[in-house]
């Protein structure tokens, strides 16, 4: 869908990450948690395309959402300078979220940076579906990383939600010291099997929490970044290589396309 | 107030409006199917086919650039049988006109495809690419040599009836010798142009941005070298021109019209605004009117040099 | 912290710093020096002279295109006595290098300017221009044919002993071919790109909007074609290369030189910031520390593909 | 020079025209009426050239200036967005300006549309300079066209400096009804060949306006419009014919640079 939103709110949260919320005409039916929008930053030719950004939140059950977004280039930075009332083109919901388990008891994701924005609507929808009432039975623990503890978002938002927080800075600013896929391993052991795992934060962490789920065989989703043009699956810019599981309807291709086929994938079928 | 005439003819193709969508840039038109509605194109040319599916090349497969992308796809098709069975019967719902975009990596390939598409119900022209390398030369890219894009565009012509349209490269030194080829091979029209060829380099790993190194550049950046092209075709040769390359809106496309092109093909502009073609066909009708013409072939080659 | 080594001998000429700015888009130095520390350039390449003074094209001469302009300046100049007895006086209180650049529409034009040139003090080498139409042949553009490169690169060569640079046009199928009748001919070095040709419409008037069709397409819109075109021209001859083309930034100067360059000319930017060319400079020496280089010529060529 | 300028405010005049006051760190000396600065619209590639405007008017002996400008193209949108406190960058003062004879007595002023912008710096400057203490014996005709009332712009300044103002509009919707060249036609006399005329707006304007000072001797000063790309004279885009009046300096070339031999000519001077 094509939806020309309204800004309702621009505000950085701490340098150079900023949380945006869009209100829409009508209400948008049926988001999942791990789609993300396509969003239009300005009407010069330069940036010319769409970014992709992961939906961070559904306010009022899709009359709005909200985005969460880190400034890195030109078109991040036209974002910021978006004010309140502004219109704001963007297309979406668009390509595969996560897949929750009705009854899912026990969830644990592994987030890096700015990969904490799809997480919150995740963790929401796991509130909602999850195990129990309410999904009050499920056992969220979330594992977050960054460079600083700059880069450390949501703490408060996700202990509000009744996650157990547990957080990595490389530089030890905040929480443990190192890498969150170091502390993922030190923290997890045979007996969480029976866990699900959602991911998401740069392809190096990727691979090592994938490398993790295999190692305790916990099923494990995680969300990719790939460049994109058209969001769609129209252009096949965005494509990641995969491992052929099902054989006919891509045997003529070893690769998938991160807008339509993803941007979640089940973390064993990518080749790294 | 008048209605003008939208429609166009290009070499027996009845389109209903001079506006397609270019190869590549939108898929098998399905994709676009909940933004645009693709009744209102005058065509659409469907992503680059080959006779056998074809990966493509690795990713990272585009950069963005200054008012344009790189892209380097490679041309990544799921093969003539899987379009006939998937795409076609949805393509054949729709009220426009399909035009098939297709390549081979020998003489043989190209006519080979013609020869099997030519049969398939809603086909309604046939747009060969040139633009990739031709394995019996050593890689040589076909639409970059006269003669290669002579043969090529022959062997093609005898094995097809359907409206033959060559779709030239426009890394060359002279484009009117290769449109002339393409003409006296017996093609219906010409389409110009595809990407021009560049580069882009990560400055911290010292690595091209592009898995393939180099890809193929489109979008408003192109525009001006897409329009001198355009106009060098139309102007030498006798055959319909398709005008492509940094189409954004509706006054871009009647600059080539004017400059010489019959129809334009809209690319890289779907994916800023998927409505976009829509837009420009709007937006020729609204010249057309407050310019009182009676139809949109009054605008072509009307250039006042 | 190490001092990084930014300078670079091009054929002989030994340049500070690796930056340099393009024919044509700096004057002849004197019009950007309340803007500009001359004495911080690599070197001055001036606008494009001739035996004669040249009047060029009517106007208007400039377009804005997206991230781009076309021009069409038609290579107005002073002439040569009035750059020498004018120009010259000024530019020699510089200590930076004064490379002139120069066309003529024969090939004896461009052998008597050679010449003419030698003797001048302070000129540290040639860039010559064969972007131009050639009399001779009916106006066929010398630098799109490798014979006629040939040609008139070895009359200027044999002209004059001082440094010989032939720059480019981009606008050829195949720039190695080019290059190596360039090499062949006895260049000290190859820079490119000139501009790409290119044209823009006026739909009211249905005019062009340049008064001579055509212009030159210059600015960041180029960037990726210019850099695609160096790199196969660095791989091709045994010559240093000069990278030009859409040059905006520290960065934009970096990836012509990973991609081959031994230097950079810096054209369109100044138009939109009269310090791009220092900001280069300073941005250039930033990175070679940052990356711990002792000097700029490491970087020359050291793509990883 | 390059001066990064402050912006002081940038308000909306009528439909489409701004007048924005810029702010200097330091003192900008000796700043000429008719001369122009180059403006930096943005960061992005798109619009990529600086855009010319005319010095509307000198703020504190030079510790500022403001611009008066109509919105037509992308890069006027740009500017008409910029904030008070918004950082603006330009170069100037540029090119040359009005000639003011310094016991001017009487000066006619045609302007059209927003050709009026210079027009007030020369006015000021004209009752500094002019005839009698403080130029009040100088006296000030100022013909100002348009194509409707919206176009007509400072008809209160100009009077409030002492000026006769007579406003033509192409529909009669203020003042005479038809081109204000027809107007000036109209009002001028022989008697009116003591005038020295100055003036600015469209090409054709100026053509018509020429073409009367021509019948009535009226010494006459013109300020043209061209695209530039470099404002400083290096890169040749911006030139006119013109009459070779003096003939060594320009022998070489029948066409001088407006960014640097004007914007202001002798109307004699230039072949249209
Ligand atoms: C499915 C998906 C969801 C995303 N969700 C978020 C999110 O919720 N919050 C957030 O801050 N970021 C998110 N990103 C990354 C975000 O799209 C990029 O950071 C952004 O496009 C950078 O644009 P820029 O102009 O600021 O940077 P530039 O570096 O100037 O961008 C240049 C080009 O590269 C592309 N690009 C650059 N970095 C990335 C990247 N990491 N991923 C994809 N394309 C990139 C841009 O889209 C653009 O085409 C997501 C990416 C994808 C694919
Ligand atoms: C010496 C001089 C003084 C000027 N003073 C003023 C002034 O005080 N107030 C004002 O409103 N305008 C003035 N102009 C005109 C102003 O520069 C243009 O209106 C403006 O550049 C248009 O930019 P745009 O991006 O909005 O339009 P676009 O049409 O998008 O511009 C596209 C390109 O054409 C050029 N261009 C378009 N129109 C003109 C034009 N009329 N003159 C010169 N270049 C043009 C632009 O600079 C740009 O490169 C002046 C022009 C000159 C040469
Ligand atoms: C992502 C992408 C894929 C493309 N694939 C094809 C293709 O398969 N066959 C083809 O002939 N042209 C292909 N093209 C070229 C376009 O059809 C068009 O010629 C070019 O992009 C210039 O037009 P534009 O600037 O409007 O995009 C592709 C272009 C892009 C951007
Ligand atoms: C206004 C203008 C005038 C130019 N004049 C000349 C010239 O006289 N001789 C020449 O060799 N190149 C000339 N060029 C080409 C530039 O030197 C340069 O090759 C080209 O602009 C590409 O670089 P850029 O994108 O950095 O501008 C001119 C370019 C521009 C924009
Ligand atoms: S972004 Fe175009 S196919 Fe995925
Ligand atoms: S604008 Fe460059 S010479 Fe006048």
Same mark, same amino acid.
């Given at each position: 869908?094509?939806?020309?939103?309204?800004?309702?709110?621009?505000?950085?949260?701490?340098?150079?990450?900023?949380?945006?919320?869009?209100?829409?005409?009508?209400?948008?039916?049926?988001? $999942?948690?791990?789609?993300?929008?396509?969003?239009?930053?300005?009407?010069?030719?330069?940036?010319?395309?769409?970014?992709?950004?992961?939906?961070?939140?559904?306010?009022?059950?899709?009359?709005?959402?909200?985005?969460?977004?880190?400034?890195?280039?030109?078109?991040?930075?036209?974002?910021?300078?978006?004010?309140?009332?502004?219109?704001?083109?963007?297309?979406?919901?668009?390509?595969?979220?996560?897949?929750?388990?009705?009854?899912?008891?026990?969830?644990?994701?592994?987030?890096?940076?700015?990969?904490?924005?799809?997480?919150?609507?995740?963790?929401?929808?796991?509130?909602?579906?999850?195990?129990?009432?309410?999904?009050?039975?499920?056992?969220?623990?979330?594992?977050?990383?960054?460079?600083?503890?700059?880069?450390?978002?949501?703490?408060?938002?996700?202990?509000?939600?009744?996650?157990?927080?547990?957080?990595?800075?490389?530089?030890?600013?905040?929480?443990?010291?190192?890498?969150?896929?170091?502390?993922?391993?030190?923290?997890?052991?045979?007996?969480?099997?029976?866990?699900?795992?959602?991911?998401?934060?740069?392809?190096?962490?990727?691979?090592?929490?994938?490398? $993790?789920?295999?190692?305790?065989?916990?099923?494990?989703?995680?969300?990719?970044?790939?460049?994109?043009?058209?969001?769609?699956?129209?252009?096949?810019?965005?494509?990641?290589?995969?491992?052929?599981?099902?054989?006919?309807?891509?045997?003529?291709?070893?690769?998938?396309?991160?807008?339509?086929?993803?941007?979640?994938?089940?973390?064993?079928?990518?080749?790294? | 107030?008048?209605?003008? *005439?939208?429609?166009?003819?290009?070499?027996?193709?009845?389109?209903?409006?001079?506006?397609?969508?270019?190869?590549?840039?939108?898929?098998?038109?399905?994709?676009?199917?909940?933004?645009? &509605?693709?009744?209102?194109?005058?065509?659409?040319?469907?992503?680059?086919?080959?006779?056998?599916?074809?990966?493509?090349?690795?990713?990272?497969?585009?950069?963005?650039?200054?008012?344009?992308?790189?892209?380097?796809?490679?041309?990544?098709?799921?093969?003539?049988?899987?379009?006939?069975?998937?795409?076609?019967?949805?393509?054949?719902?729709?009220?426009?006109?399909?035009?098939?975009?297709?390549?081979?990596?020998?003489?043989?390939?190209?006519?080979?495809?013609?020869?099997?598409?030519?049969?398939? &119900?809603?086909?309604?022209?046939?747009?060969?690419?040139?633009?990739?390398?031709?394995?019996?030369?050593?890689?040589?890219?076909?639409?970059?040599?006269?003669?290669?894009?002579?043969?090529?565009?022959?062997?093609?012509?005898?094995?097809?009836?359907?409206?033959?349209?060559?779709?030239?490269?426009?890394?060359? %030194?002279?484009? %009117?010798?290769?449109?002339?080829?393409?003409?006296?091979?017996?093609?219906?029209?010409?389409?110009?142009?595809?990407?021009?060829? !560049?580069?882009?380099? *990560?400055?911290?790993?010292?690595?091209?941005?592009?898995?393939?190194? %180099?890809?193929?550049?489109?979008?408003?950046?192109?525009?001006?070298?897409?329009?001198?092209?355009?106009?060098?075709?139309?102007?030498?040769? *006798?055959?319909?021109?398709?005008?492509?390359?940094?189409?954004?809106?509706?006054?871009?496309?009647?600059?080539?019209?004017?400059?010489?092109?019959?129809?334009?093909?809209? !690319? %890289?502009?779907?994916?800023?605004?998927?409505?976009?073609?829509?837009?420009?066909?709007?937006?020729?009708?609204?010249?057309?009117? /407050?310019? /009182?013409?009676?139809?949109?072939?009054?605008?072509?080659?009307?250039?006042?040099?």
């Amino acid at each position: 869908m094509q939806i020309s939103g309204k800004i309702l709110y621009n505000k950085e949260l701490s340098p150079d990450y900023f949380r945006m919320r869009i209100g829409f005409q009508d209400v948008v039916k049926d988001i $999942i948690p791990g789609q993300f929008i396509m969003i239009r930053v300005g009407d010069t030719h330069d940036p010319l395309l769409r970014r992709p950004m992961g939906i961070h939140k559904v306010v009022e059950d899709g009359k709005g959402i909200e985005i969460l977004y880190q400034v890195v280039g030109k078109g991040t930075f036209l974002m910021s300078e978006m004010r309140r009332g502004d219109r704001i083109d963007l297309l979406g919901p668009l390509g595969n979220g996560f897949k929750i388990d009705h009854d899912m008891e026990r969830a644990i994701i592994v987030a890096g940076g700015i990969g904490i924005a799809p997480m919150m609507a995740l963790i929401e929808e796991i509130k909602r579906q999850g195990a129990g009432e309410k999904g009050q039975k499920t056992k969220i623990k979330v594992f977050i990383g960054g460079k600083t503890r700059r880069d450390i978002l949501c703490v408060d938002d996700l202990k509000g939600l009744g996650a157990d927080v547990y957080i990595a800075t490389e530089d030890g600013s905040l929480g443990y010291k190192g890498v969150v896929t170091d502390l993922l391993k030190e923290s997890i052991t045979e007996k969480d099997s029976g866990f699900t795992m959602f991911s998401c934060g740069p392809n190096a962490m990727l691979k090592s929490t994938t490398d $993790i789920a295999l190692r305790y065989n916990i099923p494990c989703q995680i969300s990719l970044d790939k460049r994109m043009a058209c969001g769609v699956g129209a252009c096949l810019s965005c494509v990641v290589k995969v491992e052929s599981l099902s054989p006919t309807p891509i045997s003529y291709s070893p690769y998938k396309c991160v807008c339509t086929d993803g941007p979640v994938f089940n973390a064993v079928e990518i080749v790294w | 107030m008048n209605n003008p *005439d939208l429609s166009v003819n290009i070499g027996g193709i009845e389109f209903k409006n001079p506006v397609l969508t270019a190869s590549g840039t939108f898929g098998y038109g399905e994709e676009y199917s909940d933004y645009v &509605d693709l009744n209102r194109l005058g065509g659409i040319v469907v992503k680059g086919l080959s006779l056998e599916p074809y990966e493509g090349n690795p990713p990272p497969r585009i950069v963005e650039t200054p008012a344009g992308m790189l892209n380097s796809i490679g041309l990544q098709n799921i093969g003539l049988n899987a379009f006939i069975t998937e795409k076609m019967p949805f393509l054949r719902r729709y009220d426009t006109r399909v035009i098939v975009n297709f390549f081979g990596m020998t003489i043989k390939q190209y006519s080979e495809f013609a020869t099997k598409i030519s049969d398939v &119900d809603g086909v309604a022209g046939l747009e060969m690419n040139i633009s990739c390398p031709n394995l019996d030369k050593g890689g040589m890219i076909f639409g970059v040599d006269p003669r290669l894009t002579y043969k090529v565009a022959s062997a093609v012509r005898k094995a097809t009836t359907l409206p033959l349209i060559v779709k030239l490269s426009p890394n060359v %030194t002279d484009i %009117t010798v290769i449109a002339r080829a393409a003409a006296d091979a017996g093609a219906d029209a010409v389409s110009l142009i595809n990407t021009l060829l !560049g580069m882009a380099i *990560d400055i911290d790993s010292r690595r091209p941005k592009l898995a393939n190194i %180099t890809g193929g550049l489109s979008g408003p950046a192109i525009r001006p070298v897409a329009l001198r092209i355009v106009w060098e075709a139309a102007k030498t040769v *006798d055959l319909p021109v398709i005008g492509i390359g940094g189409i954004m809106t509706a006054n871009d496309a009647i600059e080539f019209m004017i400059a010489g092109a019959h129809a334009v093909q809209v !690319g %890289t502009a779907s994916f800023v605004d998927p409505d976009a073609s829509i837009k420009i066909v709007d937006g020729i009708e609204k010249y057309c009117r /407050d310019k /009182d013409l009676t139809g949109v072939e009054e605008l072509v080659g009307s250039l006042r040099t």
